[in-house]
């Protein structure tokens, strides 16, 4: 992974410096709220329902031991002993006080971290496939790429003040785990007559008016990766609404113009911003591949692995749940759950995230990762290591078998924390996975995604859920509106809203509905949620949900 040379860490230095200075000023008088804002939110300090909040970037959901270590200093020192993972990869600080946000800043400053460019109208956190450099379906790890737009995004002049918030995601698998169809860009890695470089991907993105992006370039070549960014930026800034911020994402811009019209300018921008790149990037981009060696893996026999699969149904069930393929067949990907049944989805504890920052030292190679389903991963592990791994997660409440299953539920902090939401989010998430537990069915139930958003803004991604839950306020009271069929995978699609939403009280009730006839209708175990779903349509559901609706009908 990559390491901050003197020139990253003069840099952030300085940056963190000039913050401090500006918190004083704020904390003093000297600066008002109004004043403030546009400071703050460039160093990822927000100002939530209840108090401030810090959030921090992972870049490309890339951590090492240490790394994770200074996170959970940060959640015991300064704030309430936890943190918020979230679908940014990043992690989110919900209580720091505003005088102790500089010294937060310098210790991630002392681990190769920072929260630059977290919020504010420009480039965020470029995300990437959470299983890079390990997958066993994957061309080549992105995360290199990932790295050399972090490094040209921060604090590029030009994209500093956007007409809204920018971002980009990146995968080297054909199997998207990074929803580059849900973006301002997405990328994914590909290779023509065997030469490597992108399809690049516009105009996703969720929100107020879902939409799923458009290809606007099948290849592009390694080379251009940068220019052709900066071209599709140029355009957006220039072509861009700004006279509504609801209509300010490039989604908008290029449905308004076209694709095809924003692919002829694009291009043309290109032609003119490709002769001012010298190599220099290409050179960077050498020099950060280094950081990016696969580790010397171990080899060995895997009997220990075989036999607690064999004999220990508690591990096994994990395993089933929680391992992915890796590269090496001797080795495994790990997801560790920070869903635990009844908990809220997304934050681990101090001493949890010690617990993971151990593990990776020990067993994976020092690294770990943070994904947008808000799990963390162990990306390279030994067979052999599996047991003890299960056995120290099991003893501090992370070995929960719930990867990609009902109550692995994407959930925004709602209105228990942020102060643009409508609606609860962390209760619904947490009283469905306790019911489902309750019924002892997740399992039978197999592959299915409930994703929750407390607001319009949907930063639950419900929209590409298979079960999409908005929460929405209807004079003064919680409402639920839900959505079947949505989809964050290549064959991404926006879900379709069965119809009025649900109270409170009634929304668990309603998913467990929905579960019924999907049980009822599937062709077998084998066919998942989603494969029914398009198979029999809305209406069996619809049916379900809205009983007095049909007998209106007949």
Request: some cysteine; charged content about 25%; proline content about 4%.
């Amino acid at each position: 992974m990559y390491k901050y040379n003197e020139f990253d860490e003069a840099f952030l230095a300085e940056r963190n410096a000039q913050f401090r200075a500006q918190v004083e000023r704020r904390i003093d008088g000297s600066l008002t709220e109004d004043e403030f804002k546009p400071l703050r939110l460039m160093n990822g300090v927000y100002l939530q329902l209840h108090a401030y909040m810090l959030r921090v970037a992972v870049p490309y959901g890339t951590l090492n031991s240490a790394q994770m270590r200074t996170l959970a200093l940060l959640a015991e020192k300064w704030d309430k002993g936890y943190g918020h993972f979230t679908t940014r990869q990043n992690i989110q600080y919900n209580w720091p006080k505003l005088r102790d946000i500089p010294d937060m800043l310098d210790a991630l400053g002392e681990a190769g971290l920072h929260a630059i460019q977290t919020s504010g109208n420009t480039i965020r956190n470029t995300t990437a496939d959470h299983f890079a450099g390990a997958a066993a379906d994957e061309l080549t790890d992105p995360r290199p790429y990932a790295e050399l737009i972090r490094q040209w995004s921060t604090d590029h002049p030009e994209f500093q003040f956007l007409g809204r918030k920018f971002k980009i995601a990146i995968t080297g698998s054909g199997n998207d785990r990074a929803v580059i169809k849900a973006h301002d860009v997405g990328l994914q890695v590909v290779e023509q007559g065997g030469k490597v470089g992108f399809k690049v991907v516009v105009g996703g993105g969720l929100g107020r008016t879902p939409m799923i992006g458009q290809v606007l370039r099948e290849f592009l070549p390694q080379a251009d990766l940068l220019p052709y960014l900066e071209s599709v930026l140029t355009v957006y800034n220039v072509l861009g609404r700004r006279d509504n911020k609801y209509k300010a994402r490039i989604k908008i811009t290029v449905s308004e113009n076209g694709i095809d019209t924003y692919r002829a300018m694009t291009e043309e921008a290109f032609m003119a911003i490709r002769g001012q790149y010298d190599g220099t990037d290409q050179q960077q981009l050498a020099e950060i591949k280094t950081h990016f060696q696969a580790p010397e893996f171990r080899s060995g026999s895997t009997e220990a692995f075989d036999a607690a699969y064999a004999n220990d149904p508690v591990f096994r069930a994990w395993a089933d749940t929680n391992l992915a393929e890796h590269r090496k067949g001797d080795h495994a990907i790990v997801t560790i759950s920070i869903k635990a049944h009844g908990q809220t989805p997304g934050d681990a504890t101090a001493e949890q995230m010690r617990v993971m920052a151990d593990l990776g030292e020990q067993y994976a190679y020092n690294e770990l990762r943070i994904s947008h389903q808000q799990n963390v991963i162990l990306p390279h592990v030994h067979k052999n290591d599996l047991p003890a791994i299960h056995a120290t997660l099991k003893a501090n409440g992370l070995a929960t078998a719930n990867i990609g299953l009902i109550s692995d539920i994407i959930a925004c902090p709602g209105m228990d924390y942020c102060a643009l939401a409508t609606a609860r989010s962390i209760p619904v998430a947490q009283e469905i996975a306790t019911r489902f537990d309750e019924l002892k069915m997740e399992h039978d139930i197999g592959h299915l995604q409930i994703k929750i958003s407390g607001c319009i803004n949907a930063c639950g991604h419900h929209h590409v859920a298979h079960i999409g839950i908005l929460g929405l306020d209807r004079a003064g009271v919680e409402n639920y509106q839900i959505t079947l069929g949505g989809d964050a995978t290549e064959t991404a699609a926006i879900g379709t809203r069965t119809g009025p939403g649900f109270a409170y009280d009634e929304i668990v009730p309603a998913v467990e509905r929905i579960v019924e006839v999907y049980m009822a209708q599937r062709e077998g175990s084998e066919e998942t949620f989603l494969e029914t779903y398009r198979r029999i349509g809305m209406e069996p559901f619809k049916a379900a949900l809205y009983p007095e609706a049909q007998k209106k009908v007949a």
